[in-house]
């Protein structure tokens, strides 16, 4: 609820039991255009590896012209093992 409050947002509704949110946000952009891809995510080594890449405008692209902080939040069923999250390369 503090992560909603902070973003001045309602909560959604809880999640249902068994499952976990994964949170990503890329903090401020100076443009809209900007998103997050999942790139794989599954067991590896003991933990739960999400692996994600920043989506930015194509060059030359038409974009709203106001900062933006883009953020997408994942619900899993719970590994019960860590997550791991690992940007990469785009």
Known sequence: QALWQQMGSEPPAALPVGYVGVGIFLGTRMSGGF?????????????????????????????????????????????????TIEKVAP
């Open 35 to 83: 998103g997050i891809a999942m790139e794989s995510q599954g067991a590896l080594g003991g933990a739960y590896m999400i692996r994600y890449r920043e989506v930015g405008p194509a060059p030359g692209a038409m974009v709203t012209m106001a900062i933006t902080a883009p953020y997408v939040v994942w619900t899993l069923p719970d590994p019960g093992t860590p997550i």
